[in-house]
């Protein structure tokens, strides 16, 4: 008796979108999904669940077979024709039926699924009729190869087939918890992977050219079964969600913790979170021409100075930055993030910056349940004067158009105006703060001339415009929006909307920011420790790490609502030295490139940024 939880259906041809398929014998062929997951950053796992499925295969099964392919973090583009359509015969040496990954259909548009073929060469072929069984896994998931970053877009595709056996599952709670109907029946501990590529059970990585050499023994009578279907919230349906519940869920099952909730952080076990309100600032006499006085500035100067010390994140009002200005972006942004998922990661959309989840999360605690673009500046200036230039406006608006147009959203047409006006006034902004905070640093000799590095230092090719979604998230009140980090740049401007959700470290707990219409928010950075050193004539960046604080901060969920906000990091360029006042320098020379490299390095590597402490002499 296969096990309640799972459904055999009868030998029939289906339809992917129904997601019905049969039992595998000679000549049935079943349409089914494998998956297929895409990633904007090369390197990223793109399928954690294959990994928390490895790790945990529950007793009684075996995977069969278990494998990804695709060159996830590499260079190379997902080279399906390299596989050509050869269909291998079945090796008559194994006596059991052998099924052969036989050949991958190149789609011949972008847009078209692609579509897996196995053949399955049982017994019944070799005796008889010499038909095959089929199992055309449709593996959906466009390949667009744009721009040489998309090439680099990870892409795998999983194929799970598990067989009949002579142990059974023996109750619904030893099948794997699978994050989306996948294929799955009953394996028998005998049975192995018996190309060269791997184990039972285990995760085979296959070059596209070994694809067709995959090959792996299934009993006689394998059923292919499809496992009840997870409960999904509502909104997930919506084709324009990341697959954030099945990145999360996967990433519990790794951690071996199913249905155990993130715990609090270990800093704040029972302390509750309480609600600030940030040290508000005026700016207008900084931001607007004239009519304020040089007193007037100096007070403005000296209580931006202050909240950068005390607390590292301050607001100010008067910014310079128009209501309705950012009430627009707020719309344009909810448009870009409608559009559908597959469409924001694989269509090149500013200058394919899109984000989700956290792709070098390992457990739960590391994964941040937002989207986001993050847009260099140069993205969005169309002054085509940078390596971005082939995101300008122009491509911009085109491309937004043909997905808004394919997709019958004709009505929503993204403007980049309006990103462009947002990034514009959020860096003459940032740039004024920057220029206060900096002159404070400098020996009272060096006012007024040393810090003209801003903002020559802080130029297109590094500032960047993050355009973040939070979706609801129904899994956990405990998830994060955003994991706790400090921003490695310079400064940062926040305009968050009203739902709230944003939590800073001040002391030793964390403390909510309770939004404020009209207010922007401003925090320190990890280099914002910094100034010039006024004695150099060559232009550099210094740290002076015990003045203001680059303070760590984190973004909260909300079960129902879902949030948004624009955030601009003014960053020097790659190239610019990082100092130190004090002599001898705790520091060892590095430039910015090399501190953003780190950064990213001990992420990917650790799940953690180390930050300024990796430089340490
Ligand atoms: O969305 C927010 O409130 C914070 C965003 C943030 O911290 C970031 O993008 O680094
Ligand atoms: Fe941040």
Known sequence: ????????????????????????????????????????????????????????????????????FGAPTTLTPLPVRAIGSKILGCPRRH??????????????????????????????????????????????????????????????????????????PASPASLPPLPSPLYIGE??????????????????????????????????HCTLLQRSQPAMPAFAG?????????????????????????VQEAQTPSLPVVECELPMIDVGCLTSSGGSSEAERAACAAAIVRAAEEWGFFQVRNHGVARELLDAMRREQARLFRLPFEAKATAGLLDGSYRWGTPTATSPRQLSWSEAFHVPLAGVSGDGSCDFGDLTALRYVRLAFDILRRNKYQDDVTRPDVTRKVAGAMSRLAGTLARVMAEALLPPAGAGDGCCFFPEGCDETTCFLRLNRYPPCPVSP??????????????TVLSQDHVGGLQLMKGARWVAVKPIPDALIVNVGDLFQADRQAHRRRFELSLRARLYKSVEHKVMTNATTERYSVAYFLCPSYDSPIGTCEEPSPYRAFTFGEYRNKVQEDVKRTGKKIGLPNFLV
């Open 478 to 491: 405990d998830a994060f929006g955003l994991v706790p980090h400090t921003d490695s740049d310079f400064l």
């Open 95 to 168: 006596a059991r039926p052998v099924l052969v990954i036989s050949k991958l259909k190149t789609p011949s548009s972008a847009r078209r699924p692609y579509r897996l073929q196995v053949s399955a060469c049982t017994p019944a072929r070799l005796r008889a009729s010499g038909a095959s069984a089929q199992v055309e896994l449709d593996l959906a998931g466009p390949m667009q190869q744009r721009a040489p970053r998309q090439l680099m877009r990870a892409r795998a595709y999983r194929v799970t087939v598990c067989t009949r056996g002579t142990n059974r």
């Open 238 to 262: 919506s084709a324009a969600e990341p697959p954030l519940v099945d990145s999360y869920h996967a990433l519990l099952r790794r951690c071996g913790d199913d249905g155990v909730p993130i």
């Open 187 to 220: 394996a028998s501990p005998q049975h192995s992977l018996c190309a060269r590529t791997g184990r039972l059970g285990s995760t085979t990585q296959l070059a596209p050219d070994q694809l067709e050499l995959a090959s792996f023994r299934v009993p006689t």
């Open 1 to 68: 008796m296969p096990h309640p939880a799972i459904v055999p259906q009868k030998e029939q041809q289906c339809s992917m979108q129904q997601r019905r398929h049969g039992r595998l014998s000679a000549g049935s062929t079943i349409w089914g999904t494998g998956e297929c997951a895409t990633g904007p950053y090369p390197g990223r796992t793109c399928l954690p669940a294959e990994h928390a499925t490895r790790r945990r295969r529950p007793a009684g099964h075996d995977l069969l077979l278990f494998m990804e």
